[in-house]
């Protein structure tokens, strides 16, 4: 059974960079018939995907939130990793780490996630 | 981006009826070459993350139970629940993964 735990500061100030780590558990991140996601929610709102990333480092982000974030993988610690500049207050939310499939690959979309971790930016 | 809009944006249903929610996407979310909608639908309970119930439009995740149906194509889909239970309260969510992944803003279901 495949797990996702999502880790890093629960606070981060206005101006700094958010920085998350997700811990794939169960499976292997260099699977090649995957990404691996980031997704937001800001509190009683709806879901955001930012970006993924591929085993081999290939990226791609939300073009609206392509210019302050950065998503890495570790292959040997199969963990990967988003970084988010210039946070502002409508930066916080809860954000959640999903594997979903590859183009092609025909598996599903988001089939598994994080329990979500929230960040507060605030000074 | 694709734009995905649900309708309603809240829902109340007496237990054992049937819940429909709509969504419609921007543009169409049907690739020609292998006549697959890359559309899904979510559940997401309070504290919980979003839940994989639907993708392709109409096929369901492994466990999901066969109350929770999908359909349409192109650019109009819905989520059927056959007879509403209880335990079915929650917001849903369609997503797109045909360009990029966007999801609608959500529908809140409720019992009436």
């Known amino acids: 059974q495949v797990q996702l735990q999502e880790s890093g500061p629960g606070l981060v100030k206005p101006s700094q960079t958010l920085s998350l780590t997700c811990t794939v558990s169960g499976g292997s991140i260099s699977s090649g018939d995957y990404y691996w996601s980031w997704i937001r929610q800001p509190p009683g709102k709806g879901l955001e995907w930012i970006g993924y990333?591929?085993?081999?480092?290939?990226?791609y982000y939300n073009p609206s939130l392509k210019s302050r974030v950065t998503i890495s993988v570790d292959t040997s610690k199969n963990q990967f990793s988003l970084k988010l500049s210039s946070v502002t207050a409508a930066d916080t939310a809860v954000y959640y780490c999903a594997r979903g499939g590859v183009w092609g690959s025909y598996r599903p979309p988001f089939d598994y996630w994080g329990q979500g971790t929230l960040v507060t930016v605030s000074s | 981006d694709i734009v995905m809009t649900q309708s309603p944006d809240s829902l109340a249903v007496s237990l054992g009826e049937r819940a429909t929610i709509n969504c419609k996407s921007s543009q169409s979310v049907l690739y020609s070459s292998n006549n697959k909608n890359y559309l899904a639908w979510y559940q997401q309970k309070p504290g919980q993350p979003p839940k994989l119930l639907i993708y392709?439009?109409?096929t369901r995740e492994s466990g999901v139970p066969d109350r929770f149906s999908g359909s349409g194509s192109g650019t109009d889909f819905t989520l059927t629940i056959s007879s509403l239970q209880a335990e079915d309260v929650a917001v849903y969510y369609c997503?797109?993964?045909?360009?990029?992944?966007?999801f609608g803003q959500g529908t809140r279901l409720e019992i009436k």
């Open positions: 990333i591929y085993y081999s480092g290939s990226t």
């Open positions: 392709w439009a109409s």
């Open positions: 997503q797109q993964y045909y360009s990029t992944r966007t």
